[in-house]
């Protein structure tokens, strides 16, 4: 969704660019979460 919202405003500004950028940033969030993956058995908000 954010990236629904924030494309717009992006391409007017960097148009070539914003769709690689995009990509490079889920590409980083992915790599960060699988690389610092929660320990087995640790439950978030329970």
Avoid at 14 to 21: D, L, T
Avoid at 23 to 41: D, I, M, N, R, T
Wanted: charged share 15%; proline share 4%.
């Amino acid at each position: 969704m954010i990236a629904d919202t924030m494309i717009p405003e992006a391409f007017e500004t960097a148009h070539e660019y914003a769709g690689f950028i995009t990509v490079a940033g889920f590409l980083c969030a992915s790599a960060l979460s699988k690389l610092y993956q929660a320990p087995e058995g640790l439950t978030l908000g329970a």
